[in-house]
């Protein structure tokens, strides 16, 4: 027995996912004030995540802070292949199964032999950021030449084909734009955004000619957009050079589709050069190329998916990146510390309010715990990272931030400062000395404030280690994440 996860499994995955953000709730979270070498104060070694349950709790346990994500915060994103030009790029295919090899020469890595279309180096981004996919390279004399021209300076092919062939005799298929805002918020060095577009969009919209391009797309539903001579032969045509469309009787494509149109170019000797498609037709799963009046000729017949290739760009190039985009901007409203750093980043999937079962929705929300003491203490009473303990109880935690104007002191509790302690299991009480190390202050515990949300509810699905990063009430940090299905 054997068995395989398709390709469409894990778009169909993120997709439900990204769907699921209309009635669920994803928050982005930082965490982690103190360092990861917390004997030496030393972030000389980030350490890598491990996908374990103690991880996971205690990623939680360093939550500071989380805010809540749009469905535009989110996209599907394909591996950002900038066209350049003097490479080689590689043709989409219905058989890239591990065995075909790339003839890709550009200078990011790949996979010399791709099994899934979203491994291979055919989708490019253009300077105007509009995504083709490549259907068609130039070959000479057997040997692949390299793209010249960019696929924006193409000419179109047939009616509403969205294929155009560039001067260097590539043929490429436009299967979508990307809007400025969608460029600034999701495309980076190594990712770029594409979406499929699910209803038309207004007049003078930037995703109205993706729009229509789906639209035109859908006329060809299992059409063939490329038919390769392997091997040209000799004595066709009469053995004279010339063109001729599908009428042609000695070139017929066999199949169960219908509307195929083409152009047959012969060469010298009634060699067959090339045959352009110009109406790629519908319904084709199978087909043959029946030639008479010569020999030896041989072809390659490339087929697209029954769902037409450019109607859905996101299945199509198999964009399996969940791209996430969102900024912080200052203490977002008082629920983010703005005098200390962090050095985790999760996506949380429906965390519940403190104390409830209920799926928090708020905006922004706050993990730390407020201790609130008298007011007029100086500003270095509690610094940040200090672990304070409470006098009676004998609970500790790590301090997030202290405001002596309202005597708020924001603490997490971690294993880092609470293993072999007999407060590990206790909460700090209300008219208890706060005593830290380092630091002076000895404040008494007027008051407690209980986080927004729910310590350990909902799934961590998500967790990245950085170097620190320093928090500013006038600073605005832009924080993507990408992961990959």
Not at 239 to 264: C, N, R, Y
Request: proline content about 5%; aromatic content about 10%.
């Amino acid at each position: 027995m054997s068995a395989i996860i398709l390709d469409a499994f894990k778009i169909r995955t993120l997709d439900l996912f990204l769907n699921s953000l209309a009635t669920n709730s994803l928050y982005l979270a930082i965490g982690r004030p103190y360092y990861w070498d917390t004997i030496s104060s030393l972030d000389s070694t980030i350490p890598v995540p491990v996908n374990t349950v103690k991880n996971q709790s205690q990623d939680w346990e360093d939550v500071l802070s989380l805010k809540k994500l749009a469905t535009t915060d989110t996209n599907h994103g394909i591996f950002k292949e900038t066209w350049q030009p003097n490479i080689k790029y590689d043709t989409y295919r219905h058989d890239w199964d591990g065995s075909i090899v790339s003839s890709y020469t550009g200078f990011n890595t790949h996979i010399t032999t791709p099994s899934s279309i979203g491994d291979v180096k055919c989708t490019v981004i253009t300077s105007n950021y509009n995504i083709y996919i490549c259907l068609k390279q130039q070959i000479v004399l057997g040997e692949i030449q390299p793209s010249i021209y960019s696929p924006d300076t193409g000419v179109p092919v047939g009616t509403n084909t969205t294929i155009v062939k560039t001067a260097d005799g590539y043929y490429w298929k436009f299967l979508g734009t990307t809007s400025t805002s969608d460029v600034i918020k999701f495309s980076s060095k190594f990712y770029h955004p594409i979406q499929t577009i699910p209803s038309a969009p207004g007049g003078g919209d930037p995703y109205l000619p993706q729009w229509n391009a789906q639209v035109y797309s859908a006329n060809f539903k299992g059409g063939i957009y490329v038919i390769n001579v392997t091997a040209a032969g000799s004595g066709y045509n009469g053995g004279s050079a010339g063109t001729h469309t599908e009428s042609d009787p000695q070139l017929k494509i066999i199949g169960d589709g219908t509307g195929l149109q083409f152009t047959v170019t012969y060469g010298t000797g009634g060699s067959i050069s090339d045959i352009e498609i110009t109406n790629p037709g519908t319904g084709y799963t199978y087909a043959s190329v029946v030639t008479t009046g010569g020999t030896n000729a041989a072809f390659d017949i490339i087929f697209t998916p029954m769902s037409g290739l450019g109607v859905n760009p996101v299945y199509n190039v198999c964009a399996r990146f969940l791209l996430v985009s969102t900024a912080l901007v200052g203490d977002e409203g008082g629920k983010f510390t703005t005098t200390n750093d962090y050095r985790k980043v999760s996506l949380v999937y429906n965390p519940t309010n403190f104390g409830t079962s209920t799926v928090a929705t708020s905006a922004t929300l706050d993990a730390s715990t407020t201790l609130v003491v008298q007011t007029g203490l100086p500003s270095g009473a509690y610094l940040v990272d200090a672990i304070v303990t409470g006098a009676t109880s004998g609970a500790k935690g790590r301090v997030v931030d202290f405001n002596p104007s309202t005597g708020h002191v924001r603490v997490i509790r971690t294993g880092s400062e609470n293993i072999g302690s007999t407060g590990a299991n206790v909460s700090f009480q209300v008219s208890e000395t706060l005593n830290t190390t380092p630091g002076t202050g000895t404040g008494v515990i007027a008051s407690i404030i209980s986080p927004d949300v729910q310590i350990y509810s909902g799934d961590i699905v998500y967790t990245e280690y950085r170097a620190p990063i320093n928090r500013d009430p006038s600073q605005t940090e832009n924080i993507s994440v990408i992961a990959k299905f």
